[in-house]
């Protein structure tokens, strides 16, 4: 579980050009990370890459922060 | 009439990053081309290009870190980068910024390109094919759109003003400032960042230009002899990369601020071949009519111009084309005229080229000294012009032109004077 976390974070990070200890669980994308609705496109696209998974679009519209990132793919990934 | 004065200027090519370091390089004559770095060339029959050197900005090459963060790097084409580098220069070169409303709409920008976002639309095509619709980035559009120069230099600066954009393949430098002069001179603007931005150099790009016969394919082994406009040996064109950036300014507004003047945009003209897609027209009437278009423009005489900044890519067609062009324009007067291309040093930038074209020609203006054709060992026909061979040469320079010809046959040429 924690391994997802981290690699959700480490993505987030990456994609977003933030520092780690900025992308906190509660953390949203838009408000807090500086992301546009873009940058949100491009990050489910880099988590169903990552865990090998489809994150359908209505669900991507609920992922909100890296905590809801982190929930969906621990409850959803097949790894 | 509003006039309309060249007050900023910026560019990274492949002689590297900024003015200074691309006009000292010019005029000692030294090549930007190198074989390709960004790629496998093994089934190219063209191995060479002018790829922007990356490094040190100290050093004189491009650091692109310097203009976007790399953050943002990821989300754009290199056509758009170098567009930011070369225009941040320009901006801060001129020394204009916007601080209230009202100026940031007078404040627009025009900066085109030939082709656009060459690579990536070639990259998302094969992600594509092999992963599907899904895996294709939302920034792909976006990276690759030939407006997205325009539009990204005015969402860093605040420009408010006309977002606009030429494509008019290798004459899009050329056009865009003819063109941001224009809409100065008509009152839409008192400020226009103008130019042009390239970054074909990418394996569909050679690829292409090589099956349209353009590019050279004889000097692989010699890079830096391979662009070598008006020689005998010259087969083709070496494809450059980067981005070059003037800032227009009316003249009252500059003035009125105290900016800095490289030169006045005195005239402007245009013309199509109306012949063929990629060959210009063999009696060189389209870019002829383009430059009489431009001297009636400015309300001078042929004789009038001092210096040419010749198109002058080093095809075996085009060369002779224009140089032919120029003698039946000039007449009698083409027998004191001096005229360079500085695309033996540069290479061909597509449509960046008349834009850094039109840098180089206000700076032969401010320093009065025409840069020279590089490689030119051989002429292949005997002209009574001053092609200035291989060595800079000091020259009386009061007006000056910058010719730009493009597939199409598009032609655009504009006339600079010294300003008192």
């Known amino acids: 579980m924690s391994d997802i976390a981290e690699r959700v974070k480490k993505i987030v990070v990456e994609h977003l050009g933030v520092e780690a200890a900025q992308v906190k669980e509660d953390a949203k994308f838009i408000d807090d990370l500086g992301a546009d609705s873009l940058d949100t496109v491009e990050l489910v696209m880099a988590f169903e890459e990552e865990f090998s998974i489809e994150i359908p679009d209505d669900a991507a519209e609920k992922i909100q922060t890296v905590g809801d990132a982190i929930n969906f793919i621990n409850a959803n990934a097949k790894s | 009439m509003r006039r309309v004065v060249v007050t900023g200027m910026g560019m990274v090519t492949p002689l590297g990053d900024g003015v200074d370091t691309n006009w000292r390089r010019l005029l000692a004559a030294e090549s930007g081309i190198r074989a390709i770095q960004a790629f496998d060339t093994t089934d190219l029959a063209t191995k060479i290009a002018g790829e922007v050197p990356r490094g040190d900005k100290e050093s004189g090459l491009f650091n692109a870190d310097l203009y976007m963060l790399p953050k943002d790097q990821r989300k754009v084409d290199k056509f758009i980068i170098f567009a930011m580098a070369a225009a941040k220069q320009a901006v801060e070169d001129s020394g204009w910024k916007p601080e209230d409303d009202e100026s940031r709409e007078r404040t627009g920008v025009m900066i085109g390109s030939g082709i656009g976002g060459l690579g990536p639309i070639a990259d998302t095509a094969i992600e594509l094919k092999e992963k599907g619709p899904r895996r294709v980035s939302p920034f792909f559009i976006p990276s690759a759109l030939i407006n997205l120069a325009s539009g990204q230099v005015s969402i860093r600066h605040g420009f408010k003003g006309p977002n606009h954009a030429v494509v008019t393949a290798c004459a899009t430098g050329a056009h865009a400032i003819g063109d941001a002069a224009r809409i100065i001179r008509y009152g839409d603007a008192d400020v226009m960042v103008a130019g042009g931005a390239e970054s074909a150099v990418v394996p569909v790009g050679i690829a292409g230009f090589i099956a349209c016969r353009a590019l050279s394919t004889d000097f692989n082994d010699t890079p830096d002899k391979a662009s070598r406009p008006y020689d005998k040996a010259r087969d083709g064109f070496v494809m450059g990369e980067g981005a070059g950036v003037l800032v227009l300014e009316e003249y009252e507004h500059a003035k009125a601020r105290g900016a800095k003047i490289y030169a006045e945009v005195l005239g402007y003209g245009m013309a199509g071949d109306a012949y063929h897609i990629t060959a210009p027209a063999e009696d060189g009437d389209g870019g002829f009519r383009a430059m009489r278009a431009a001297i009636k423009d400015a309300g001078i005489q042929p004789s009038d111009i001092d210096y040419i900044n010749a198109h002058g890519t080093s095809t075996p067609l085009g060369d002779e084309i224009e140089l032919g062009a120029v003698e039946r324009l000039l007449g009698d007067a083409a027998a004191k005229m001096t005229m ?49 061979p291989n060595t800079a040469k000091p020259v009386k320079i009061e007006i000056a032109m910058s010719n730009s010809f493009g597939f199409g046959g598009t032609n655009a040429s504009v006339v600079f004077k010294k300003v008192a």
Not at chain 2, 361 to 379: G, K, M, W, Y
Request: glycine share 8%; net charge negative.
């Open chain 2, 340 to 388: 360079s291309s500085t695309k033996g040093a540069t290479g061909h930038l597509l449509g960046a080229a008349g834009a850094i074209e039109a840098a180089f020609t206000c700076l032969a203006i401010r320093d009065q000294i025409a840069p020279p054709t590089i490689n030119l060992e051989n002429p292949s026909v005997e002209t009574p012009i001053d092609l200035v």
